[in-house]
């Protein structure tokens, strides 16, 4: 199984990104699909996940602001950043769950908004 995500990078203040994380080895379209980050010095947090039939949940923090989404026949998942803070900066991870025993991690990007 691998989830590889990339899309991450410096951005300033108010702007947007983009990242994908592309999955293999799995079946794509039953997990559950989420996005997690890990500020420095701080505990990974669930920044939005989304269903199988496409329902989706956000921490309060990114209402608004950031919207995911999948595309099961490329087995993507993506989450679009836009009005970026500062306090947006960490490590965003890529998870699938199906189960407490079938659930994967990517191996994480960084965002850094910074101006």
């Known amino acids: 199984v691998q989830l590889v995500e990339s899309g991450g990078g410096l951005v300033q203040p108010g702007g947007s990104l983009r990242l994908s994380c592309a999955a293999s080895?799995?079946?794509?379209?039953?997990?559950?699909m989420g996005w997690y980050r890990q500020p420095p010095g701080k505990q990974r947090e669930l920044v939005a996940h989304?269903?199988?039939?496409?329902?989706?949940n956000y921490a309060d923090s990114v209402k608004g602001r950031f919207t995911i989404s999948r595309d099961n026949a490329k087995n993507t998942v993506y989450l679009q950043m836009n009005s970026l803070k500062p306090e947006d900066t960490a490590v965003y991870y890529c998870?699938?769950?199906?189960?407490?025993?079938?659930?994967?991690w990517g191996q994480g990007t960084q965002v850094t908004v910074s101006s």
């Open positions: 998870n699938a769950q199906l189960s407490t025993a079938r659930e994967y």
């Open positions: 989304i269903t199988r039939s496409g329902s989706t």
């Open positions: 080895g799995i079946f794509f379209s039953i997990y559950v």
